[in-house]
């Protein structure tokens, strides 16, 4: 141990602040000195004239800051009902994205299931099919025709 430690010192030092009715009495005569000590009547006339540019300057700067607080909360209350503005044009063209969607799926669902029925009833829609260009070029000949070119028989 620190042969400069002393339990005797120690006794006493904690005796002195074991009774919180002493502490309390201290700490309220401390505030008192403390309020009513003036820190410009210890000043020197040139440190006065310092605590007094010091003191415009602080009120200056409060006013800016308190000013420049203002113009940021107007900005920022624009900027909101800009958002919440755009939010809301947002939200019905959503809307309206979502209505079409819905048509579009009914239809969808109306057409599919009007084409299911018609492949289990069998009733398909006949439509006429075109002839082809090369159907078209391969036209049969007339009967008249025919008689007159006949194939000759291949003789092997």
Do not use: C
Not at 11 to 29: C, F, G, N
Not at 79 to 87: D, G, T, Y
Not at 131 to 136: C, D, H, I, L, R
């Amino acid at each position: 141990m620190n042969k400069d430690f002393s339990w005797d010192k120690l006794k006493t030092e904690v005796s002195k602040y074991t009774d919180v009715a002493k502490i309390r009495q201290e700490l309220h005569r401390i505030t008192e000195e403390i309020k009513k000590f003036e820190v410009a009547d210890s000043l020197s006339p040139s440190a006065k004239k310092k605590l007094q540019s010091f003191e415009k300057k602080y009120a200056e700067l409060s006013r800016s800051i308190t000013r420049t607080q203002r113009q940021v909360d107007r900005k920022l209350s624009k900027l909101m009902r800009k958002l919440l503005a755009k939010k809301k044009e947002a939200e019905s063209a959503l809307h309206l994205v979502r209505v079409a969607a819905e048509k579009g799926a009914d239809d969808l669902k109306k057409a599919s299931t009007t084409w299911a029925q018609k492949i289990v009833s069998g009733t398909k829609s006949k439509s006429k099919k075109r002839p082809t260009k090369k159907a078209a070029a391969r036209k049969k000949p007339s009967t008249a025709t025919s008689m007159r070119k006949t194939r000759k028989p291949k003789v092997d």
